[in-house]
């Protein structure tokens, strides 16, 4: 190997391993989640007995959210159905399309999506419209009567 | 396919032949290894500008919040405290390099003429590093930044005529605050990086407009730049690579606590380049303190500038330049000198000049051991949050809130039964500590209420210890306690730390008559009792 190319084949072994050093960690950086985050802890929404079987309710409940450096304490809502005496589905208020906020609309019995007229049946599969997944569910507990509420699982 | 591709964006841009006469630009066959440190300062500044902005990406720019989000970056996210350590080593290593690179332009002569325009802008970019570093510093918003800061824009606000101009500019007329710290980020992303970038470009398109500067004797003919200085470069980079990696990784980078303005105790100091600054103050006292803090550094800029015009002679070889070599061992002894005496004078702050001994300077030096106690407890119990202008509890300055030391105790114990409807918690002291807190209200008036802020930490606990060790059995302190053993004031003028610090271990090994029993203090209580007794006035 004569000089020039030890000179070049230096030049761009060093800066090639220089960028892999510096955008390897860098991606690793902004990418992988946070260390030690805590799960979101299960917080009292309703009481059951509140509810009427099948008649979803657009339910509002405070809790605690780890978001980056903070925690914040914020406003979140649920729209529960009771299914039976003890059972209820909790479901994320926002339409597996593009996250607008739906509603149950009383007279066709199901749940729609004002911005691209999605439908959902009570138990979330969908009916109509662009919407690709039927709806996402919290995780819930019951505790006697009352309604607790985890994490958003994905539909 | 690839030709095709550089020759179509060549047609439109030029920029293979741009890139082309920058690599294959003639250099002097003297250059080499001398000349590297430019391109590393060029590609520090580059690495500090990507780490910045990594940072930036998960960094809260306000007070309330950047403590908080950098610690967030350091603890929690992958490679958060790597992207801190590069900046942060990332800094010192960049003024470790252009000083560096300014002393090999310096040694050689390559400011002479045509480059004297090159060197001023080189001057400035001096500047403007140590402003990153200024403005950087205040950042993370621990204590170290906080009084660090505190102390800088002081400093600055004490320049002649345009002092108070500068402290407003810099939003610390007052305090330190939002208004500082927003305006120190700004400076450091908005105006600094751009500013630094275009003056990098104009120095660097004035190299190549004169080309690298030629040896006073050529022997080689010229060569081109690439690829044998490129690689020389390159290797310069790479090795400054690995250093700034390895500090990044194995060297600690400070985060102290959240920065707290009643924190009294802390001792500010500046980053280590800025030490020198910082130990030249202390040179000139009093009314002279401004040849230290603007009049010296001020003909040291100037002096810098205007080098190439002091230096007018044909350009020497530089075995020769003695008079250069000269000038800069005599400014790097001078530097070393103060940055060392910085570094050994500070671990031990707590020792006061003896020449303040002679009389009584701060009011707490006047005050008797109880007393100074007393202000510890004052504050440990944080009677100033009510006991203060515009709060709910009364002035307790003003004389007619003075009463006797066993009312005081009485109210300290049971308020409510003292006065009725007071809204004072009582205090859960011993009656000993009480006593200490009477004895020092007693002492209160509006002309030496500063002793509540202003008292050192260390004489407050060292005054603690020396309460609750009794000491005043048998010394005397500013007229208060028994006379069996020697009194204590201005001991320090006749004992030296170590050994009073042995005496406490082992009293009759230093004076072998002596009654004292001996005192196995904890070492944080050693250093604060007897930096209190070294402060204690000659009577």
């Given at each position: 190997m004569d000089r020039r190319t030890f000179q070049l084949g230096s030049?761009?072994?060093?800066?090639?391993?220089?960028?892999?050093?510096?955008?390897?960690?860098?991606?690793?950086?902004?990418?992988?989640?946070?260390?030690?985050?805590?799960?979101?802890?299960?917080?009292?929404?309703?009481?059951?007995?509140?509810?009427?079987?099948?008649?979803?309710?657009?339910?509002?409940?405070?809790?605690?959210?780890?978001?980056?450096?903070?925690?914040?304490?914020?406003?979140?809502?649920?729209?529960?159905?009771?299914?039976?005496?003890?059972?209820?589905?909790?479901?994320?208020?926002?339409?597996?399309?593009?996250?607008?906020?739906?509603?149950?609309?009383?007279?066709?019995?199901?749940?729609?999506?004002?911005?691209?007229?999605?439908?959902?049946?009570?138990?979330?599969?969908?009916?109509?419209?662009?919407?690709?997944?039927?709806?996402?569910?919290?995780?819930?507990?019951?505790?006697?009567t009352k309604l607790l509420i985890g994490e958003v699982v994905k539909g | 396919m690839i030709r095709n591709i550089v020759d179509w964006l060549e047609e439109r841009t030029g920029i293979e032949t741009a890139i082309r006469s920058f690599l294959y630009e003639e250099i002097p066959g003297s250059s080499g290894w001398h000349q590297v440190f430019g391109s590393i300062a060029t590609f520090l500044f580059m690495l500090q500008a990507f780490t910045g902005i990594m940072l930036a990406f998960n960094y809260a720019p306000t007070p309330g919040e950047a403590y908080n989000s950098l610690k967030y970056i350091m603890m929690e996210l992958t490679g958060g405290s790597l992207m801190r350590g590069l900046h942060h080593w990332g800094s010192s290593m960049m003024i470790?390099?252009?000083?560096?690179?300014?002393?090999?332009?310096?040694?050689?002569?390559?400011?002479?003429?045509?480059?004297?325009?090159?060197?001023?802008?080189?001057?400035?970019?001096?500047?403007?590093?140590?402003?990153?570093?200024?403005?950087?510093?205040l950042l993370p918003w621990d204590n170290r930044a906080y009084w660090g800061t505190v102390v800088t824009t002081k400093i600055a606000a004490s320049a002649p005529l345009m002092g108070p101009y500068i402290e407003h500019l810099m939003g610390s007329d007052g305090s330190i605050g939002v208004?500082?710290?927003?305006?120190?980020?700004?400076?450091?992303?908005?105006?600094?990086?751009?500013?630094?970038?275009?003056?990098?470009?104009?120095?660097?398109?004035?190299?190549?407009?004169?080309?690298?500067?030629?040896?006073?004797?050529?022997?080689?003919?010229?060569?081109?730049?690439?690829?044998?200085?490129?690689?020389?470069?390159?290797?310069?980079?790479?090795?400054?690579?690995?250093?700034?990696?390895?500090?990044?990784?194995?060297?600690?980078?400070?985060?102290?606590?959240?920065?707290?303005?009643?924190d009294t105790s802390y001792i500010p100091k500046p980053d280590w380049y800025f030490l020198f600054l910082y130990e030249l103050l202390k040179v000139f006292p009093g009314s002279l303190e401004i040849l230290g803090s603007f009049?010296?550094?001020?003909?040291?800029?100037?002096?810098?500038?205007?080098?190439?015009?002091?230096?007018?002679?044909?350009?020497?070889?530089?075995?020769?330049?003695?008079?250069?070599?000269?000038?800069?061992?005599?400014?790097a002894m001078l530097w070393t000198g103060l940055t060392v005496k910085a570094v050994v004078d500070s671990p031990k702050p707590l020792e006061l000049n003896t020449e303040l001994l002679d009389a009584p300077q701060l009011p707490w030096q006047e005050m008797t051991p109880e007393e100074v106690a007393g202000i510890g407890y004052y504050r440990k119990e944080n009677c100033a949050g009510c006991h203060s202008p515009g709060k709910i509890g009364p002035d307790l300055t003003r004389p007619t809130a003075r009463k006797t030391a066993a009312w005081m105790i009485e109210h300290f114990k049971h308020p409510q039964d003292v006065v009725p409807g007071s809204a004072m918690p009582p205090i859960r002291l011993n009656d000993s500590q009480l006593n200490t807190l009477a004895a020092f209200l007693l002492q209160l008036t509006p002309q030496n209420a500063s002793v509540i802020e202003s008292t050192p930490a260390f004489a407050v606990d060292g005054a603690i210890l020396y309460q609750k060790q009794q000491c005043g059995g048998c010394h005397v302190v500013n007229g208060s306690g028994q006379k069996l053993g020697p009194g204590l004031n201005g001991v320090a003028l006749r004992r030296s730390k170590n050994w009073i610090q042995e005496n406490f271990l082992n009293p009759q090994k230093m004076s072998p008559d002596s009654p004292m029993p001996p005192y196995k203090f904890k070492p944080k209580d050693m250093e604060a009792i007897t930096s209190y007794l070294l402060a204690l006035p000659k009577v």
């Open positions: 030049i761009f072994g060093l800066w090639a391993l220089m960028g892999a050093a510096m955008t390897t960690p860098a991606l690793i950086y902004l990418l992988f989640p946070p260390k030690a985050r805590k799960k979101t802890d299960f917080v009292e929404a309703t009481d059951l007995k509140e509810l009427t079987v099948n008649a979803p309710e657009e339910v509002v409940f405070r809790r605690n959210r780890a978001d980056g450096w903070k925690v914040t304490s914020e406003k979140t809502s649920a729209w529960v159905v009771k299914t039976a005496a003890n059972q209820a589905i909790a479901f994320a208020p926002s339409c597996t399309h593009l996250g607008c906020a739906f509603h149950w609309d009383e007279r066709k019995k199901e749940f729609i999506c004002p911005c691209h007229a999605s439908g959902f049946s009570a138990d979330g599969k969908v009916l109509s419209g662009p919407a690709p997944r039927a709806l996402d569910r919290y995780q819930i507990k019951v505790e006697g | 470790v390099v252009v000083v560096l690179h300014m002393c090999q332009v310096f040694l050689w002569g390559a400011y002479k003429k045509p480059r004297e325009a090159t060197w001023i802008l080189g001057v400035v970019l001096l500047l403007l590093t140590l402003a990153f570093g200024l403005t950087g510093y208004v500082t710290f927003t305006r120190f980020y700004a400076a450091h992303v908005l105006l600094l990086p751009p500013l630094t970038m275009i003056l990098i470009a104009l120095h660097i398109f004035l190299v190549r407009k004169h080309g690298v500067a030629p040896a006073a004797i050529e022997t080689l003919p010229p060569k081109k730049f690439y690829p044998g200085q490129v690689y020389i470069d390159t290797v310069g980079i790479f090795a400054s690579f690995v250093l700034l990696f390895v500090l990044a990784v194995a060297a600690k980078v400070p985060l102290e606590r959240l920065a707290d303005p009643t009049i010296l550094p001020g003909l040291a800029v100037l002096g810098l500038f205007l080098v190439p015009f002091l230096d007018r002679q044909k350009l020497a070889r530089l075995r020769q330049r003695t008079v250069a070599f000269g000038v800069l061992i005599l400014a």
